[in-house]
């Protein structure tokens, strides 16, 4: 039911998302009442995009979890590799390298890889009819510089535990190391038992 | 009897449905909608409809050239439901019927799914009614039973024993000013098949892969079947 949820709650952001962004619903205008599936194998998961077209002027949409049935077209992928599927043009190469299955229409898939690819949401706009021009220009200028800072910091904190783990690499004791050194701590308890059996028998005498 | 239950309430029948399943009747009926396989141009029987809820989705999915007949045997939910999906929008690719799903009004093999919400456990004679939907259905044609079931779950059931046969009724006095019609709405879930007897039932009306999925712990159950 989380799933049933969860597509609910997907279906009701991207309809909105949809009659907020006009362009978008001209993009998606080929898929109309066509289905996408996407299945990712480390989920377990299949999904499945159907878009419907405008509906009483509104533009409408299915999101579907569990979806059992044909789609036009089926992804089989990974979650990662879906981040990729963002540009268009690494489609063909994730099916060449084999990180992605396709089944039906691959055109399909591109329509709508390039219809979000290219999505550019002007939320100032759609903000200043709540707040008014100049707060909803200044908080999305704000989200914009933090954003970047966030950005910045992540990239910042990206290379510092890549150098903390390449130096700690290079003075860390290689496995096959570790392995020699548990070798001669075990011939050496060997030898000092057979000492203390010398020793032992020695003592008697 | 159920009729006049159905009389009774019709004009609060949204309502209250939210109130009674918290609004979880909504997620039943989504997963309904995902396991139908409906497309464009498909023709769609929503049976014992009531107000519309499924129909008013399958007509978006089967578009202009599909088509979706919103069935009830009775005529004041009925009414609501032509007067909720017109006030919505809805028209064009939408008829309303009144019917008996023990006698469908459709020639053999005309339907490409067949959805019955809530409304098999009020039918007289389900297997009748099951023999009727498989006649009507086009081979690789598929029907949906959602309706309420058995949970396995013992805690589970004694809470919901108790909400069924003490608050239930309450809200239907204070809401619909009716409790005996939510009375017999928590006797007739009880009197109900289990998820395996109906599976069986709808073998024997001639459905191949019957199948069925348990939700909110098999308070309800989904049941699909297919004719080839």
């Not at chain 1, 597509?7 to 998606?28: R, Y």
């Not at chain 1, 860390?172 to 000092?192: D, G, I, M, N, S």
């Not at chain 2, 009897?1 to 979880?24: C, P, Q, R």
């Not at chain 2, 799903?101 to 004679?125: H, K, M, Q, W, Y």
Request: hydrophobic share 40%; aromatic share 6%.
């Amino acid at each position: 039911m989380w799933i049933t949820l969860l597509t609910a709650v997907a279906e009701s952001a991207l309809e909105q998302l949809l009659n907020k962004e006009p362009a978008l619903a001209v993009q998606l205008a080929a898929t109309q009442h066509k289905t996408l599936a996407v299945t990712l194998t480390d989920l377990e998961l299949c999904c499945a995009l159907h878009y419907v077209g405008e509906q009483q002027g509104k533009a409408r949409c299915f999101v579907y979890g569990n979806y059992q049935d044909q789609a036009d077209c089926h992804i089989t992928t990974t979650l990662s590799t879906l981040q990729e599927l963002s540009d268009p043009s690494q489609l063909t190469r994730l099916i060449r390298e084999e990180k992605l299955d396709l089944e039906g229409d691959l055109q399909l898939a591109q329509s709508y890889s390039k219809a979000f690819a290219g999505l550019d949401i002007d939320w100032a706009e759609h903000l200043s009819t709540h707040l008014g021009d100049a707060p909803a220009q200044l908080l999305v200028a704000q989200c914009k510089q933090a954003k970047q800072r966030g950005a910045s910091h992540l990239s910042i904190l990206k290379r510092t535990v890549t150098q903390l783990c390449q130096d700690e690499l290079n003075v860390a004791v290689h496995p096959l190391e570790v392995r020699q050194f548990k070798t001669h701590t075990r011939q050496l308890a060997q030898q000092l038992a057979a000492l203390e059996q010398r020793i032992n028998a020695l003592s008697e005498l | 009897m159920v009729a006049d239950v159905f009389h009774s309430v019709a004009a609060k029948y949204d309502v209250m449905n939210d109130l009674m399943s918290f609004g979880i009747h909504r997620l039943w009926k989504r997963q309904t909608i995902a396991c139908s396989g409906v497309r464009q141009g498909h023709k769609v029987l929503d049976l014992a409809g009531g107000t519309g809820d499924l129909t008013a989705k399958f007509s978006e999915l089967v578009g202009e050239s599909g088509q979706v007949i919103l069935g009830d045997i009775n005529d004041s939910m009925l009414r609501v439901g032509r007067d909720k999906l017109r006030d919505l929008g809805r028209v064009g690719n939408i008829e309303y019927v009144q019917m008996n799903a023990e006698a469908l009004p459709f020639p053999d093999n005309s339907l490409d799914v067949i959805t019955i919400a809530f409304g098999l456990r009020n039918v007289t004679d389900k297997d009748k009614a099951l023999r009727s939907m498989y006649r009507v259905l086009k081979p690789g044609g598929r029907l949906l039973v959602l309706e309420f079931s058995k949970t396995d779950n013992e805690a589970l059931s004694k809470l919901y024993d108790f909400y069924s046969f003490n608050i239930l009724p309450t809200m239907g006095k204070l809401v619909a000013n009716d409790s005996e019609s939510y009375r017999y709405l928590a006797e007739s879930i009880r009197m109900h098949p289990d998820q395996e007897t109906l599976k069986s039932m709808m073998e024997e009306a001639g459905f191949e892969q019957a199948s069925y999925q348990n939700l909110t712990g098999g308070i309800v159950a989904l049941h699909r079947g297919f004719k080839f």
